[in-house]
């Protein structure tokens, strides 16, 4: 377990269809990252926020939005989904923003339909 | 441009062999270098950095990495694999823009 909990673990919708993510970081870490892992792309990086702001934003669309609360979880919400969407969302944090190392969770593998 | 290169998509070795997984990037300056290994089903889990120093790093599972700054490399190394090695191993860079760039990922597959 490496202390970054996402939710859900596995994800089956229709598209068309909006979906939320959730991450909850490591205790003690203020960053969050969001990461799109896909057979055709890679891991692309999808957007990163420090202790409720945004720092850095890459390859994310305009129907994909995210948030990190004060409590420093984090929302990844998808909407008007498409099949190319489906992927592996993996949400990963860190102390601090910048460099440094990021620890994973598991994952929250996503399947339009 | 700022890039990252892991040439071997698929690389196949038999159990008690030794490894090379190879990592190339683009960038003007020294970056921070990662190793990310990848089980199936499950997140990344980080197998060492390089942020400055010695250019031989060690970490996790009897990795080591070596950078290069002659070559803009950090090659992934294990004297030994074990069939439990066998994942998906990632470079990752940070050319410092707050984020890390991933390589393409090797599949390392391990033969009895």
């Known amino acids: 377990d490496s202390g970054v909990t996402q939710t859900p673990k596995h994800l089956i919708t229709a598209t068309g269809q909006r979906v939320t993510l959730r991450c909850s970081p490591r205790?003690?870490?203020?960053?969050v990252y969001w990461y799109q892992q896909s057979l055709d792309q890679g891991l692309q990086f999808l957007i990163q926020?420090?202790?409720?702001?945004?720092?850095a934003k890459g390859n994310i669309l305009e129907r994909f939005s995210a948030q990190q609360f004060p409590d420093l979880h984090s929302e990844l919400n998808l909407s008007s989904l498409e099949l190319g969407d489906s992927a592996l969302y993996f949400c990963?944090?860190?102390?601090?923003?910048?460099?440094?190392?990021?620890?994973f969770g598991a994952g929250s593998r996503l399947t339009v339909l | 441009a700022q890039s990252v290169t892991q040439p071997d998509i698929h690389i196949t070795v038999s159990e008690g062999a030794s490894l090379e997984l190879r990592c190339n990037y683009s960038?003007?300056?020294?970056?921070?270098l990662f190793w990310y290994v990848q089980s199936p089903g499950q997140g990344l889990q980080l197998l060492l950095k390089?942020?400055?120093?010695?250019?031989l790093v060690q970490g996790i599972k009897g990795f080591e990495a070596e950078f290069k700054r002659s070559q803009s490399s950090f090659n992934l190394r294990k004297p030994s694999v074990h069939w439990s090695d066998a994942a998906e191993y990632f470079c990752?860079?940070?050319?410092?823009?707050?984020?890390?760039?991933f390589g393409t990922g090797t599949r390392l597959t391990i033969i009895p």
């Open positions: 926020y420090y202790n409720g702001e945004e720092r």
């Open positions: 990752a860079v940070d050319f410092g823009n707050e984020k890390l760039t």
């Open positions: 205790s003690g870490d203020l960053s």
């Open positions: 390089y942020f400055s120093g010695d250019t």
């Open positions: 990963a944090s860190s102390p601090i923003s910048g460099a440094n190392v990021l620890t």
């Open positions: 960038y003007g300056a020294t970056p921070y």
